[in-house]
T-cell receptor
């Protein structure tokens, strides 16, 4: 049962344009969501998070949007840079039922072309 | 940001040997550490959760006698793959969190294990 899904395995964007990465979840108990960036053979790097009491969180070029009714979140990167090329994982946790355990999506490979 | 290190970064061993991987939080005290495993082109799969000073909680399907976890201090957790076999070859990643840094987990750089 895949509770967190990233339906797009890959995304290609032109430098300077916006990258939009999407994530859907099924568990209504999830109350904290995170985005991680991962390069090959490295551990994930935390990018940005959002609590379920918010619908938007912004940090520099990165903005995460949460639509609780649709059980959907997205990560916007603008402007996109070639160095943003990596695999992006969304993750979710449900503090009340499973503590700090994170459930990860399958990842989306973002390629930003110069 | 919080820094988590892992050692070694890669290891090659013969089948039947045991391999120990260390995970350290360098600039914060990790009340909880997590161990993940990632196969190529797949997501991170949680193996176990360990709290300092207590036994680890293993995910379903993970053999606790094969993957020994010790969280002896607030900055160190170890994962020992006992009697490793080729199917244990994978990328092992630890993460750490502390209450002072919310619910965010900070990941180590990972350890690539290849069992021949």
């Amino acid at each position: 049962d895949q509770q967190v899904k990233q339906n797009s395995p890959s995304l290609s964007v032109q430098e300077g344009r916006i990258s939009i990465l999407n994530c859907d979840y099924t568990n209504s108990m999830f109350d904290y969501f995170l985005w991680y960036k991962k390069y090959p053979a490295e551990g994930p790097t935390f990018l940005i998070s959002i609590s379920s009491i918010k619908d938007k969180n912004e940090d520099g070029r990165f903005t995460v949007f949460l639509n609780k009714s649709a059980k959907h979140l997205s990560l916007h990167i603008v402007p996109s840079q070639p160095g943003d090329s990596a695999v992006y994982f969304c993750a979710a946790s449900a503090m009340e039922t499973s503590g700090s355990r994170l459930t990860f999506g399958e990842g989306t490979q973002l390629t930003v072309n110069p | 940001g919080a820094v988590v290190s892992q050692h070694p970064s890669w290891v090659i061993c013969k089948s039947g040997t045991s391999v120990k991987i260390e995970c350290r939080s360098l600039d914060f005290q990790a009340t909880t550490m997590f161990w993940y495993r990632q196969f190529p082109k797949q997501s991170l799969m949680l193996m176990a959760t360990s709290n300092e000073g207590s036994k680890a909680t293993y995910e379903q399907g993970v053999e606790k006698d094969k993957f020994l976890i010790n969280h002896a201090s607030l900055t160190l957790s170890t994962l020992t793959v006992t009697s490793a076999h080729p199917e244990d070859s994978s990328f092992y990643i630890c993460s750490a969190r502390t209450k002072g840094k919310g619910e965010t987990q900070y990941f180590g750089p990972g350890t690539r294990l290849l069992v021949l």
